[in-house]
């Protein structure tokens, strides 16, 4: 073999969501992108707002293109780091400063970052299900073991005693993804509250630092005026992540940032291994052009209407039509219960209707798919036909199997 | 320790080229840039070339803003992957097609994705001294081995005889950087051709592909005419990495591409693999506004003689006041030999005259000083007095060492 042999489950695990998102793209081809109802890949498509635009353009009139082009400190430019900065006190309180802000490609660079800093061989990260499928390679990459807290049956909240339980020496963070990808929950401050306290307990009975990712670039998506609690105000040891992905529909560009407080235990000693890491993982720096452009864009709002109508839309049709949802309270995602056993047979159903939808099995959630409602208003209600068939057919296919096991 | 063990080596030897680069700009500020001589860093600065301005004005005024800011494949737009394999087939009469180009951030991006590919614990990658020091971490984050083929005494020819002897079972793939960073070097035809040659006996040998991943930054900076041979013209299974960061002076945008073209064994495979890990090392995919403003930029030629007169100026003037350099052929780098036995007093000599050199212990290479002359021609001339002082400094510091002897 040429390969790595360790690049064999990296491989065979490869994104079911790139899987779902490639055949809905060939199945456009095949049939008309108007006949396709594709639901796979969290692409945004709220506009992207025209402050980005002004400001690229501003600053290619203004700048030095060697400035805005070039190297600079492999951990940003420092005026975006003191924007950052200043931009998170005013927001949540706190006391960053530039030196606290590494700028990364997305919140996946800083991830990687992070466990590159973090997992010795064997050193294990914790995570809740439902959660994004990509913290598995993640992790696996620097030989650490991602540790999967199950859910409750059908239960969406932290499943605080499970995770208890599986904190162990060993344990060197917790990846905690709000608004959740894939469910669409928002966990509560009353929710985190004991999260928290629970981490604080582990920390001592392990005797080190238990580092709470929080992986967030989902924050400007919440709904009904729901809060996301700012987790670095309820936990000390907490590394924030951010990415401009969503909030600026800009997920092409690969820009975000870290940031660790001056409280964070070897919170320095962190930052500065991070710093290194990104530059020898091959990122070097977060694109320069785009650190300059969020600068100028910090406090630029999504329409979150744009996706709220979906929402609205998508939710409360598939529920008449018989569907079990998970109510969405942030992100772009609605889960949907497989209304079939066999959710193969699900999945070949609602190809049939050329819908595509991707399956959680690789979330740590089996039974459930995953419609990420990023797409065009006229797209969802053109789909509600196509659900309506596949909900008909569904009940079709399970009166066709009773037939048979009758016989 | 919060931090991972295997964190320890990576921070110990981070990088002397920033270490100096900052000290540079410390320095700066102490004493005024005017005051301040600094060649520590490979920032290009001749122009960006217009078209890169225009190309981003004309994709943001007529292209759909999701498309240059949003998610594409994962391993880049389809038109421009073809736009690149078109280009090098152009250029170098290959038959590469768009599956055989991954946009990729950079070739140290590209170098990374290629170590997490092929490497499992204790293989080994095999570069020549002296080396661009970063492919050290490169390797060892993948728990790899770098393994250093030695220079001969002073002679900056790939050492054939020793790379034979050094390639075993766990060899998994050859770095080759040309033009090489720090020498200023650029192999030639017929060294290349010793080389490939004594690679395809490895490769029969060791009964497995010895990829030769050729990190090509500088192609474009090679002076009086010379040629960079295209290995993979010479040799079938080469990995070709090309950046844009200094043909059009955008270091800062990581942005460049692999090719591996269908007669790499098992390159289909490595391909696959290659797109699969971008995504999951959390690049995802490469800047994509840049991805579309290189895809117009492919031909646009770099004013080579921008750095032509700094290379000529510096080489004549430091050979006249008698420092010893190697003839430089190409990139921006010039290696200056201690005239100091004891590298670190000199070192001490330049900062006092407020030169920032780079010393190339890192780089494999002890005794040398590397000179990145990609700064303004005027800088060049303003250091000249400060270089004819050193030279002063060094001759009394030999006598007064010498005199202390004879005490």
Same mark, same amino acid.
């Given at each position: 073999?040429?390969?790595?042999?360790?690049?064999?489950?990296?491989?065979?695990?490869?994104?079911?969501? @790139?899987?779902?998102?490639?055949?809905?793209?060939?199945?456009?081809?095949?049939?008309?992108?108007? !006949?396709?109802?594709?639901?796979?890949?969290?692409?945004?498509?709220? *506009?992207?707002?025209?402050?980005?635009?002004?400001? $690229?353009?501003?600053?290619?009139?203004? !700048?030095?293109?060697?400035? =805005?082009?070039?190297?600079?400190?492999?951990?940003?430019?420092?005026?975006?780091?003191?924007?950052?900065?200043?931009?998170?006190?005013? @927001?949540?309180?706190?006391?960053?400063?530039?030196?606290?802000?590494?700028?990364?490609?997305?919140?996946?660079?800083?991830?990687?970052?992070?466990?590159?800093?973090?997992?010795?061989?064997?050193?294990?990260?914790?995570?809740?299900?439902? /959660?994004?499928?990509?913290?598995?390679? +993640?992790?696996?990459?620097?030989?650490?073991?991602?540790?999967?807290? *199950?859910?409750?049956?059908?239960?969406?909240?932290?499943?605080?005693?499970?995770?208890?339980?599986? =904190?162990?020496?060993?344990?060197?963070?917790?990846?905690?993804?709000?608004?959740?990808?894939?469910?669409?929950?928002?966990?509560?401050?009353?929710?985190?509250?004991?999260?928290?306290?629970?981490?604080?307990?582990?920390?001592?009975?392990?005797?080190?630092? =238990?580092?709470?990712?929080?992986?967030?670039?989902?924050?400007?998506?919440? +709904?009904?005026?729901? #809060?996301?609690? /700012?987790? *670095?105000?309820?936990?000390?040891?907490?590394?924030?992540? /951010?990415?401009?992905?969503?909030?600026?529909?800009?997920?092409? #560009?690969?820009?975000? /940032?870290?940031?660790?407080?001056?409280?964070?235990?070897?919170?320095?000693?962190?930052?500065?291994?991070?710093?290194?890491?990104?530059?020898?993982?091959?990122?070097?720096?977060?694109?320069?052009?785009?650190?300059?452009? $969020?600068? !100028?864009?910090?406090?630029?709002?999504?329409?979150?209407?744009?996706?709220?109508?979906?929402?609205?839309?998508?939710?409360?049709?598939?529920?008449?039509?018989?569907?079990?949802?998970?109510?969405?309270?942030?992100?772009?995602?609605?889960?949907?219960?497989?209304?079939?056993?066999?959710?193969?047979?699900?999945?070949?159903?609602?190809?049939?209707?050329?819908?595509?939808?991707?399956?959680?099995?690789?979330?740590?959630?089996?039974? +459930?798919?995953?419609?990420?409602?990023?797409?065009?208003?006229?797209?969802?209600?053109?789909?509600?036909?196509?659900?309506?068939?596949?909900?008909?057919?569904?009940?079709?296919? #399970?009166?066709?199997?009773?037939?048979? #096991?009758? @016989?």
């Amino acid at each position: 073999m040429s390969l790595a042999r360790t690049m064999e489950g990296l491989m065979a695990g490869n994104s079911v969501i @790139r899987k779902m998102f490639e055949m809905g793209q060939e199945m456009a081809k095949n049939y008309g992108k108007d !006949q396709v109802y594709d639901f796979s890949l969290g692409n945004p498509v709220a *506009p992207v707002p025209y402050e980005v635009k002004n400001a $690229i353009i501003s600053l290619l009139e203004n !700048q030095d293109p060697h400035e =805005i082009h070039g190297y600079m400190k492999n951990a940003g430019f420092d005026d975006v780091r003191t924007q950052v900065a200043e931009h998170l006190n005013s @927001r949540f309180g706190q006391n960053y400063h530039k030196d606290n802000i590494l700028l990364c490609a997305g919140a996946a660079g800083g991830l990687n970052i992070l466990m590159r800093c973090l997992l010795d061989e064997e050193d294990e990260v914790l995570c809740f299900a439902p /959660y994004f499928t990509e913290y598995k390679s +993640y992790v696996s990459h620097y030989k650490g073991k991602l540790a999967v807290v *199950p859910m409750r049956a059908d239960d969406f909240s932290l499943n605080l005693d499970a995770a208890e339980r599986m =904190i162990r020496q060993r344990t060197k963070a917790v990846i905690l993804n709000n608004p959740n990808n894939p469910s669409g929950i928002i966990y509560s401050e009353e929710e985190l509250l004991l999260l928290t306290k629970m981490l604080k307990e582990a920390e001592e009975r392990v005797g080190h630092p =238990i580092y709470l990712i929080c992986d967030e670039p989902y924050r400007e998506l919440a +709904y009904d005026g729901r #809060e996301v609690p /700012y987790l *670095p105000n309820l936990y000390r040891n907490s590394i924030y992540l /951010y990415s401009f992905s969503k909030t600026l529909s800009i997920p092409g #560009e690969r820009i975000g /940032y870290m940031a660790i407080s001056d409280a964070v235990e070897d919170g320095e000693l962190l930052m500065q291994a991070a710093i290194i890491t990104g530059r020898t993982l091959g990122f070097v720096n977060a694109p320069s052009l785009f650190q300059k452009v $969020i600068g !100028q864009c910090l406090d630029v709002k999504i329409d979150l209407g744009f996706y709220d109508r979906n929402r609205k839309l998508l939710y409360t049709e598939l529920t008449e039509m018989g569907f079990t949802c998970v109510p969405p309270q942030g992100a772009f995602y609605l889960l949907v219960k497989s209304p079939l056993e066999d959710t193969e047979s699900f999945v070949k159903l609602a190809e049939k209707q050329h819908i595509i939808l991707v399956p959680t099995d690789g979330f740590g959630l089996p039974g +459930y798919f995953r419609l990420a409602y990023c797409v065009p208003y006229e797209k969802i209600e053109a789909s509600l036909p196509a659900f309506r068939a596949l909900a008909e057919d569904c009940r079709n296919w #399970e009166s066709e199997k009773e037939a048979e #096991e009758e @016989r």
